[in-house]
């Protein structure tokens, strides 16, 4: 059961890093030297192994408590460790390279997530502490908690590090303490400090959490290519719009150029659809009214006749006689509004078009004895 907790604690712990974290402080430890195997307090780290010639050999059961902190102008090992906490298995005796990994699940460099802004400042405590047995520590509630176990962890098993070390003074070795400014980036840092006859060389450095940019870690940007946007990810986080695409989150289109743009519209780039009323290829024509037949449009559903068409439609012509000639042989054609006209019919010609020919003698319209004669040439 308490397995099953500390996976589910882990498991949490992980996933709010994956949903809140902007970054991860990286401590890399790389070299520890205590050449005469001797604690703090100047004497050998108890539980030594003997001598061959009888004289005790000083030898420590080295491990590390770390505890990353804001900045402090001076600087104060105990909690809490405001940035978080971490405690080491045994890596070595006196004098020792770190690994990058061992047995007890421990890694280097150790990894503290950031879930806010990185302010820019720190302060590293880093002690070098002896066990004279791999036995468990206990806490004040009677948990234990194994040297052989690596954890970042919370200040609470911190603390009980630093009780236990208070309890048992002989086990601190050396405490080295620093405050640094630490700009964000894949640089390593480098430090190398000394205490009480001994020695620690490590690197630091702040990483931005993938889709995180800026100095301080801040700034999200994620690339993506849906619905909610269609963009890359600048050196700086900023959002750099596909090609075709435009706006602050890149979720508008850019339509076919020359594309109308109070009657046309696209859903998808280089497309240009058009609005109710018009047309085209790039919507600027506006839609006649239905049926209209000799009409334009400024607006759609407008029937604006041309000249010489008149009627709902534009059907009716308004100019008949000239578009349509209809009076023959000479007759003068008089347009008389709504599509209709009248023939005027020269001497010797009838009919709606003065297409009937006729001998206006003929019948003897004369009286009295008179001659008629047709006083102009009829005309075939």
């Given at each position: 059961?308490?397995?099953?907790?500390l996976l589910?604690?882990v498991?949490?712990?992980s996933?709010?890093?994956?949903v809140?974290?902007?970054?991860v402080?990286e401590?890399k430890?790389?070299e520890?030297l205590?050449?005469?195997?001797?604690?703090?307090?100047?004497?050998?780290?108890?539980?030594?192994?003997?001598?061959?010639q009888g004289?005790?050999q000083?030898e420590?059961?080295?491990?590390f408590?770390?505890?990353?902190?804001?900045y402090?102008a001076?600087?104060?090992?105990?909690?809490?460790c405001?940035?978080g906490g971490a405690?080491?298995p045994?890596?070595g005796s006196?004098?020792?390279?770190?690994?990058?990994?061992?047995a007890d699940s421990?890694?280097n460099?150790i990894?503290f997530s950031?879930?806010?802004?990185?302010?820019?400042t720190?302060?590293?405590?880093?002690?070098?502490?002896?066990?004279d047995?791999?036995d468990?520590?206990?806490t004040?509630?009677?948990?234990?908690?194994r040297?052989s176990?690596?954890?970042?962890?919370?200040?609470?098993l911190?603390?009980t590090?630093?009780?236990d070390?208070?309890?048992?003074?002989?086990r601190?070795?050396?405490?080295?303490t620093?405050?640094r400014?630490?700009t964000?980036g894949?640089?390593?840092s480098?430090d190398?400090?000394?205490?009480?006859?001994?020695?620690?060389?490590?690197?630091y450095r702040?990483l931005?959490?993938e889709?995180?940019?800026?100095?301080g870690?801040s700034v999200?940007?994620?690339p993506?290519?849906?619905?909610?946007g269609?963009?890359?990810?600048?050196e700086?986080?900023?959002?750099i719009?596909?090609?075709?695409w435009?706006?602050?989150y890149?979720?508008?289109?850019?339509?076919l150029?020359?594309?109308?743009e109070e009657?046309?519209f696209?859903?998808?780039p280089g497309?240009?659809?058009c609005?109710?009323?018009?047309?085209?290829r790039?919507?600027?024509?506006?839609?006649r009214?239905?049926?209209?037949?000799?009409?334009?449009c400024?607006?759609?559903?407008?029937?604006?006749?041309?000249?010489?068409?008149g009627g709902?439609?534009?059907?009716?012509?308004l100019?008949?006689c000239t578009?349509?000639?209809?009076?023959?042989n000479?007759a003068?054609?008089?347009n008389?509004?709504q599509?209709?006209y009248?023939?005027?019919?020269p001497p010797g010609?009838t009919?709606?078009?003065?297409e009937?020919?006729?001998?206006e003698?003929?019948?003897?319209p004369?009286r009295?004895?008179g001659?008629c004669?047709?006083?102009?040439?009829?005309?075939?």
């Open positions: 059961m308490g397995r099953l907790c589910l604690i498991s949490l712990s996933l709010t890093c994956q809140l974290c902007s970054g402080f401590l430890l790389q520890f205590n050449k005469k195997g001797i604690a703090g307090n100047a004497n050998c780290c108890p539980g030594g192994a003997a001598h061959p004289h005790q000083c420590c059961k080295t491990f408590r770390v505890c990353l902190k804001h402090q001076s600087v104060s090992p105990e909690p809490p405001t940035y405690v080491t045994v890596l006196n004098s020792f390279q770190v690994p990058e990994t061992n421990f890694t460099p990894r950031f879930g806010f802004t990185w302010p820019g720190f302060s590293l405590i880093i002690e070098a502490l002896h066990t047995s791999l468990d520590l206990t004040d509630t009677g948990s234990k908690f040297i176990t690596f954890r970042v962890t919370t200040n609470d911190v603390q590090v630093i009780a070390s208070a309890d048992n003074p002989e601190l070795i050396s405490r080295f620093t405050q400014h630490l964000v894949e640089e390593w480098k190398l400090q000394t205490a009480s006859r001994t020695e620690l060389r490590f690197s702040f931005c959490d889709h995180y940019y800026g100095d870690c999200f940007c994620r993506r290519d849906d619905a909610f269609h963009f890359t990810c600048g700086r986080g900023e959002i719009c596909n090609s075709g435009k706006g602050q890149c979720t508008e289109p850019i339509c150029p020359g594309c109308d009657h046309g696209c859903d998808k497309e240009c659809k609005r109710v009323g018009f047309s085209g790039y919507c600027d024509d506006c839609i009214y239905p049926g209209c037949l000799h009409g334009t400024q607006q759609p559903w407008q029937c604006n006749c041309q000249e010489g068409w709902l439609f534009c059907n009716q012509d100019n008949y578009h349509h000639k209809p009076c023959l000479g003068t054609c008089t008389t509004g599509g209709s009248t023939c005027s019919c010609y009919g709606a078009n003065c009937i020919q006729f001998n003698c003929s019948g003897n004369c009295n004895g001659s004669i047709v006083s102009t040439t009829l005309k075939t």
